[in-house]
């Protein structure tokens, strides 16, 4: 009888618990079968290992019918507080306590207390000029300027009659 055999025989017979001990068994000689990953998904009784398993099968085949089905079926339980029951009472009672007053001052009140009297609020300050790059207009004319200039400029190399006016700028320099 293989182990796979056997485990199945386990959880038909109600032997949980042995079934999942032969199926790590299983698992941890041949981490990549997927027949045990889903029949372990099957013995086990917590969600999140249920869902593990199956995340294993479509980690190996991402488009098994079967584990895809149960992902979707699978609920696990949101995950608690954190804080451990012993301490559930001493949170409840401290939850319950009022508030003691702050001897401190208020956020505001301290920030003022650190800055000097002769200060208040600081105005504003004055709008500073704006550079070519942070004028829209300017920086939009300057960008014209150089396409139009680079059109100029390719016109002339690639038109015969360019190519003509530029030979007799160039032949007005060696003279």
Known sequence: ???????????EQGQREEAVRELEAILRRDIDNIAAW??????????REVKECYEHVLRLNPYDPEA???????EV????????????????????????????????????????????????????PRG???NDTLFFLLILA????????VLLVTTPQGVAFL????????D
């Open 1 to 11: 009888m293989s182990d796979l055999s056997m485990a199945i025989t386990l959880l």
């Open 38 to 47: 889903r029949l372990l998904a099957h013995a086990l009784d917590d969600p």
């Open 68 to 74: 895809i089905e149960a992902l979707r079926n699978v």
């Open 77 to 128: 339980p949101e995950p608690t507080s954190g804080v451990p029951p012993f301490f559930s009472e001493d949170l409840v009672e401290l939850e319950s306590l009022p508030a003691e007053p702050s001897s401190e001052p208020p956020l505001a009140d301290a920030i003022s207390n650190l800055l000097p009297e002769d200060e208040s609020e600081p105005e504003s300050a004055p709008a500073s």
């Open 132 to 134: 070519w790059f942070e």
């Open 146 to 153: 150089v396409i139009g200039i680079l059109v100029v400029i």
């Open 167 to 174: 030979q007799s700028i160039l032949n007005l320099f060696k």
